[in-house]
């Protein structure tokens, strides 16, 4: 480990009507490729905020806007990617957007998106490995 705890902006961006969207990652990912997790996350940049982030991420993944946008938590996240432990402070965040500005903006990161509700997400076995935590977390609040 090299020692360097980093930090991230998880957003679930919903639709107001109990919709969440979701993305699979590409086979051109770092990691965890054909799995479905979040649209729009990633590190932060250096001189940006934390909102500034998570509305950077949303426009960069899917190309909309955050029309509402609210903290709903962190986590710490200690992963091994390559042989290399990693540890993650992850801010996450809740969106609305408009469905209709919704698309991807990243083909060779996103395979496909797809809106789901809370429920239909508990039923799925291809979720990147942090999203069950995600969930378990914050089930409450996303409902």
Same mark, same amino acid.
């Given at each position: 480990?090299?020692? +360097?705890?980093?930090?991230?902006?998880?957003? &679930?961006?919903?639709?107001?009507?109990?919709?969440?969207?979701?993305?699979?990652?590409?086979?051109?990912?770092?990691?965890?490729?054909?799995?479905?997790?979040?649209?729009?996350?990633?590190?932060?940049?250096?001189?940006?905020?934390?909102?500034?982030? *998570?509305?950077? =991420? !949303? +426009?960069? #993944?899917? %190309? &909309?806007?955050? +029309? =509402?946008?609210?903290?709903? %938590? /962190?986590?710490?996240?200690?992963?091994?990617?390559?042989?290399?432990?990693?540890?993650?402070? &992850?801010?996450?965040?809740?969106?609305?957007?408009?469905?209709?500005?919704?698309?991807?903006?990243?083909?060779?990161?996103?395979? =496909?998106?797809?809106?789901?509700? !809370?429920? #239909?997400?508990?039923?799925?076995?291809?979720?990147?490995?942090? /999203?069950? *935590?995600?969930?378990?977390?914050?089930?409450?609040?996303?409902?």
């Amino acid at each position: 480990m090299d020692g +360097l705890i980093r930090i991230s902006v998880i957003t &679930a961006c919903h639709d107001g009507a109990g919709r969440y969207l979701i993305s699979k990652r590409s086979q051109q990912c770092r990691d965890e490729q054909g799995k479905w997790e979040p649209v729009a996350g990633g590190g932060l940049k250096f001189g940006e905020t934390v909102e500034e982030a *998570a509305r950077r =991420e !949303i +426009l960069e #993944e899917c %190309g &909309a806007e955050a +029309l =509402e946008l609210e903290y709903i %938590g /962190y986590r710490d996240v200690f992963r091994e990617i390559d042989g290399k432990q990693t540890h993650w402070i &992850a801010f996450d965040m809740r969106a609305k957007i408009d469905p209709l500005q919704a698309s991807i903006t990243e083909p060779h990161k996103c395979d =496909e998106q797809r809106w789901v509700t !809370i429920g #239909e997400l508990e039923f799925m076995d291809d979720l990147h490995s942090q /999203y069950p *935590a995600f969930l378990a977390k914050y089930k409450d609040i996303l409902i």
